[in-house]
């Protein structure tokens, strides 16, 4: 058997609807990144995919995150503002959102002289994934964890598992700041199945954990700009208009004839019956959202994301099991 690597055959690129101008950020620099101010000592990073942060003190930087698109471009960041203000450009701290590699992976360019901070989790799963570019942090946490850093206050807090087993909400309270990777893409629709999220429920629930926080800006760790509330507040709509889609649709629509067709293929007639209640769930979306979330045309991301809330409504909250009689 070959795979069609594409090299020979033809294929057709579709067009999307066009990104809502407040989904967009700044513009990048000629080195591929933007560095801007949040609050006072607290700065921000994008290359308009990923974003981390980072806090100027005296006792050196602390780092909120490493993307590893923005690689060699955090240090240089750094150095940008911290040259223009007289204040030290080594990072002593790294603190991290969650174990993945993609917001993690530019951890090793800070070498060993850096103290890694991260939920107990996060630890775990680094030491079994044994990547050397992500050195397990030392320093962790299990629920809350207060860090006082050169003057400055971040509460660390761990709600359960939401997008990652260990995703953990950093509060900068004298920043109005809270740094939420991998929940709300804001300005933008979540990527494939809810964000690749491994906890439907947590994924859903973990907006109205940040707003009972007091912020005024979201560092999401994507995409080109900083979240406002009411960014959080429109993913919260999108989101809950899709579950009740999905309820309504799941409930009311009658698969039998897919069964009829496709037996004695049992998966092919749920693959088609779920397939079919995620579609029409999601038709509505893409022309109630456009200008306003980016994305809500991508099928493959919106509908894949209602597919796995469905399973969700089934599997974690029950919806239409029933026990045979
Ligand atoms: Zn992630
Ligand atoms: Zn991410």
Same mark, same amino acid.
């Given at each position: 058997m070959t795979v069609d690597t594409g090299a020979a055959s033809a294929f057709t690129m579709r067009d999307f609807a066009p990104v809502p101008e407040s989904s967009l950020g700044p513009v990048v620099n000629e080195q591929g990144y933007y560095v801007g101010r949040v609050e006072r000592n607290l700065y921000w990073v994008t290359d308009g995919v990923y974003q981390c942060g980072f806090l100027t003190t005296p006792d050196g930087v602390i780092l909120l995150d490493a993307p590893a698109t923005l690689g060699h471009n955090i240090q240089r960041a750094i150095d940008e503002i911290t040259s223009a203000n007289g204040v030290s450009n080594k990072v002593t701290y790294l603190i991290h959102s969650h174990h993945h590699a993609d917001h993690a992976s530019a951890s090793s360019l800070f070498g060993t002289d850096v103290v890694r901070v991260g939920h107990e989790e996060t630890r775990k799963l680094m030491l079994r994934d044994n990547d050397p570019n992500r050195p397990a942090p030392e320093e962790? *946490? %299990? #629920?809350? =964890?207060?860090?006082?850093?050169g003057g400055e206050r971040i509460e660390l807090g761990w709600h359960g598992s939401n997008h990652s087993p #260990? !995703?953990? *909400?950093?509060?900068?309270? !004298? $920043? &109005?700041?809270?740094m939420l990777v &991998? +929940?709300? !893409?804001? @300005?933008?629709v979540p990527i494939y199945s809810l964000n690749l999220a491994v906890d439907v429920p947590g994924y859903i629930a973990a907006p109205e954990i940040a707003l009972g926080y007091e912020w005024s800006h979201l560092i999401s @760790? $994507?995409? @080109? =700009?900083? @979240?406002? =509330? &009411?960014? +959080?507040?429109? $993913? %919260? %709509? *999108?989101i809950g208009e899709i579950v009740d889609n999905l309820r309504e649709v799941f409930t009311t629509f009658d698969p039998t004839e897919y069964y009829q067709k496709y037996w004695p293929n049992m998966w092919a007639s749920v693959s088609e019956h779920l &397939?079919?209640?995620?579609r029409r769930a999601c038709a509505p979306l893409a022309a109630k959202y456009a200008g306003r979330i980016a994305g809500a045309d991508i099928d493959s991301f919106v509908v894949s994301t209602a597919v796995w809330i469905l399973e969700s409504l089934r599997l974690d909250l029950g919806l239409g099991i029933q026990v045979h009689p």
């Open positions: 962790t *946490f %299990q #629920d809350h =964890r207060t860090l006082e850093i #260990d !995703n953990s *909400f950093i509060y900068l309270p !004298n $920043h &109005d700041t809270l &991998d +929940v709300v !893409n804001v @300005g933008w @760790g $994507h995409m @080109g =700009r900083l @979240g406002s =509330r &009411d960014d +959080v507040a429109l $993913h %919260q %709509q *999108f &397939d079919e209640v995620a």
